[in-house]
């Protein structure tokens, strides 16, 4: 199985100096992108701007503070067009967490697994809409408690399990420390493997479409048996307008260069 090394970055990270993260031998980022009903992260533009610079391929997080469906498809709808003037090679994820619940219940919604799955699939289908691929960011026990199965299959999972020799379930990505530490970051930044090639999926490129098959055009009556190019090396005609009609006038000198032509052979 293929394994890439990642990381997940937000501004909690600080100035990044993403010379020395690629050196250090980083193949893909995740930004935060955002949060909420549209706060853009303080680094996000920073950090976009130097993954492309250096070439590293990323893909963006948005942590979310929705508690009614609507909301999440706002959230998602901030996070298309903060990253719509890059080129994503990793998935759009969607990031739900138990902070997330606490911000439902100061608004006096007690979230339940319906709304969790909910919002996640509104999320995720206004990001597939938009023409990014979707993942969804959560641990097992969140999983568990409120995302339903219907919405765990429909969606790649990025799963939160650190400080262990293994992913805990079967997953696109797996966050598998919180504590990692990378040349080129001042702070403690989360670890991540990706088991799937995303830029060989994402940045695909698309055949073009084949062209349809012209049918052979029969030739025109005066290419089809030479009949015209005959009579205009006899001189009978002057080779222009084919399609023309004769007049009575023409017709006549037509036919007396042929009488002529006749006699001059006899």
Known sequence: MAQFKGIDVSEWQGVIDWDKVKAAGIQFAIIRAGRGQGTPDKQWKRNADECTRVGIPFGVYWFSYAYTVEMAKAEARHCIAAIKPYRLSYPVAFDYEYDSLNTAKKHGVNVTEKLVSDMTRAFCTEIENAGYYALNYSNVDFLSRFVDDAAERRYGLWIAAPDR???????????????????????????????????????KPTAAPEQPVQPEQPKPWYEADGSWAQATMLGLMDGTRPEDKLTR??????????????KEGA
Do not use: H
């Open 165 to 203: 020799s293994s992913p805990p379930r079967t997953c696109q990505m797996w966050q598998y420390s919180w504590k990692g530490k990378i040349n080129g970051i001042n702070a403690d930044v989360d670890m991540n493997i990706s088991y799937v090639d995303f830029p060989a999926i994402i940045n």
């Open 249 to 262: 006038a023409e017709l006549a000198a037509v036919a007396l260069r042929l009488v002529k032509m006749m």
